[in-house]
């Protein structure tokens, strides 16, 4: 027998409409108002199972975030625990997966000398004495102004320490090595013009040939503050680094720049003798 709960308001076949059924509804009227039925035909699954059925579950997966003071993510057997915070330092981990769950662990602090090689690295980036630039120009000769070089002729900027520069970290048995190398160098001449970019020291400039890296001043800087222009250079380091157990990696760039005074003559022509063939 199926037993199906009925609503508060019942529509019930007359018995004299019912007798003519085989296997009519009848309403128990001592009850509290259940309706009984004889199921006689329960049907079939043919038609359900000719529609396909997907049984590949999609696969769980989970993310996990955690606090800067939590020692790392944590494990299958933390989540599992559900162990309450203990003593001393750690942070709370948070994991979130694809279907629906939501578990949390907490993770201890590491101890002093577990850091890790990427972060010793970092430490040892922090400790690099990268250089301010040194700057120079050819041509370059004195004048009141200090150094000047001249308009209409191509100014070679030239650097000097230019190459790479390691530092060494060790901890707890850790050890992590940063070389910074200087791959770029912009130049800014001062008088407005666009920004020079090298990816060198640059050379003096010769009669023979010059160098990418110049600029040709077109007015004297007689006329500005203390009769030179502003120039200015910012040079770029690019860090590497390599650690125990064979780990190695990049780190973002670095810069250093400085300004300078370039004072800028121009040069005088001075007529000794003039007018006939030789």
Known sequence: MLVVAASATIAVTTPSL????????TVDRTGPGWIKTEVVDPGSLAAVRKRPVSRAAAARTCTQTKSESAG???TAEQFRSGAAPGEG????????????????????AAPDGAASPQQLARRAVGRLPLPLPVPSFEPRRSSSAGPATLVAIPTSFLLDGWGPITQRTEAGGMWAVVTAEPVAATWWPGDGGAPVKCTSAGQARTDQAGTSCTHTYRRSSAAQRNNVYTGRVVVTWQVQWRGSGGLAGT????????????????????????????
Do not use: K, N
């Not at 019912?18 to 509804?25: G, K, M, N, Q, W």
């Not at 330092?89 to 201890?108: E, F, H, I, M, Y």
């Not at 250093?256 to 022509?269: D, K």
């Open 18 to 25: 019912a007798a003519a059924d085989e296997h009519p509804i």
């Open 72 to 74: 790392g993510y944590a």
């Open 89 to 108: 330092p750690g942070g709370w981990v948070v994991r979130t997966c694809s279907d629906g769950s939501l578990d949390t662990a907490w993770v201890p």
């Open 251 to 278: 780190l973002p760039l670095m810069e250093r720049q400085t300004t300078f005074p370039v004072a800028v003559a121009e040069r005088q022509t001075v007529i000794v003798a003039g007018g006939g063939d030789r």
